[in-house]
């Protein structure tokens, strides 16, 4: 496992989960928890176009890695969708 972490394709996408758990820590910290809105505004599409590469990413990864070391790109692959899940619990939470 920690030799597919050397990767870009493997930490990349765990990067910016943790990236995007630390603004929504932020953002709850110095704003409050967020209100819904009647329109969309900035952060809820960055939010998406975020989700959109997260995905495509880890597809790469698994596309690339999966073949080659199963087993190991099975547990980088875990990590990384436990990471985008994690990134997504706020948006599920506060139903925004």
Same mark, same amino acid.
Do not use: N
């Given at each position: 496992m920690i030799s597919l972490l050397k990767? =870009?394709?493997a930490w990349t =996408?765990?990067?910016l989960s943790s990236i995007l758990v630390m603004a929504w820590v932020i953002s709850f910290a110095t704003i409050g928890a967020p209100a819904r809105q009647p329109d969309e505004g900035?952060?809820?599409h960055l939010f998406q176009?975020? $989700?959109m590469l997260e995905a495509l990413?880890?597809?790469f990864f698994a596309v690339k890695w999966l073949p080659e070391k199963p087993t190991q790109a099975l547990v980088v692959l875990t990590i990384q969708i436990?990471?985008?899940l994690v990134a997504c619990v706020p948006v599920f939470f506060?139903? $925004?």
């Open positions: 990767y =870009p394709s =996408p765990i990067a900035t952060g809820a176009i975020w $989700l990413m880890v597809a436990v990471a985008v506060f139903k $925004l």
